[in-house]
């Protein structure tokens, strides 16, 4: 297994879901964790699944003022993964502009603020989560289409601008984590069968299965500016 042992690591949105999951990951393979999200309970929460050596904040990336106060005390992390966003569903002749522009604020904007100034490490990285609407659209997601793509194209450019910091994106197929909470059962159950029966690998995703990639491209030297998708298949269904 790739140790992290001694080193700093920060999840922003490490209180849920492909956060959490990372959280752990990383924390049972030695890492000091850090974990932000805007909601103190569930920090606290997930405080208490992660072990004596986390850390956890309130942030919300959608404020400047909040991210920079954080990231000027927080010091400098070896490894940083930025797994927040709120993005709503909707048409775009439907969806509300405010709506359209929070999600972008969210997600892109969020991921971008933290990027641009976190200090990472020598030999460090940065690993954003995108989503596979990047590349295969659906029929009322023409925005998160373009948010997940941004993300990638970030990922893909500052590889090159931060150097020798690596940085690359995960983008994970649908999964069964809180995200989907706020959706009746049956109507999150019928979207997960109508997935599995799409998905070459016959299941929907889980939050480890996207940590176990975030892990591979914290630890892996060679990797930087690569989109790795995990997606059970969903972006060639
Ligand atoms: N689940 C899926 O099917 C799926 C598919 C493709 C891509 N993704 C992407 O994967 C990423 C993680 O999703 P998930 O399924 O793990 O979702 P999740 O379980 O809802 O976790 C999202 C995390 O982000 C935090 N967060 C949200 N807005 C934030 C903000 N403004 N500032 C700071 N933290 C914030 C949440 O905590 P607080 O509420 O406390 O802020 C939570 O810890 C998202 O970017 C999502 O778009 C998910």
């Given at each position: ?78 490894h940083v993964v930025v ?31 933290i990027s641009?100034?976190v200090?990472i490490?020598?030999?460090g990285s940065l690993t954003l ?26 990922g893909?450019?500052l590889?090159?601008?931060f150097?020798?910091i690596r940085v690359n ?69």
């Amino acid at each position: 297994m790739q140790t992290f042992e001694g080193q700093q690591v920060l999840v922003v949105g490490g209180t849920s879901g492909v956060g959490l999951a990372a959280a752990a990951g990383f924390a049972a393979a030695g890492a000091e964790v850090t974990v932000v999200s805007r909601s103190r309970e569930k920090v606290d929460e997930a405080l208490k699944s992660l072990g004596d050596r986390a850390h956890g904040r309130t942030l919300d990336i959608r404020d400047d003022e909040q991210v920079d106060r954080f990231l000027a005390a927080a010091g400098a992390f070896d490894h940083v993964v930025v797994s927040a966003g709120v993005t709503p569903t909707g048409r775009a002749d439907t969806l509300p502009l405010p709506d359209a522009y929070a999600a972008m604020d969210s997600k892109f904007w969020g991921a971008y603020r933290i990027s641009r100034q976190v200090s990472i490490r020598p030999g460090g990285s940065l690993t954003l989560v995108s989503g596979y609407l990047s590349v295969r659209p659906g029929r009322a997601s023409a925005l998160q289409s373009a948010i997940n793509a941004a993300l990638e194209a970030l990922g893909r450019g500052l590889a090159l601008e931060f150097a020798p910091i690596r940085v690359n994106t995960i983008s994970p197929g649908l999964l069964d984590t809180p995200l989907w909470d706020g959706l009746p059962e049956a109507s999150r159950e019928s979207m997960f069968a109508a997935t599995v029966q799409k998905l070459p690998v016959g299941r929907v995703g889980l939050p480890e299965d996207v940590a176990e990639a975030i892990l591979y491209l914290a630890g892996n030297a060679h990797s930087t500016g690569t989109t790795l998708f995990v997606d059970g298949g969903g972006s060639i269904a």
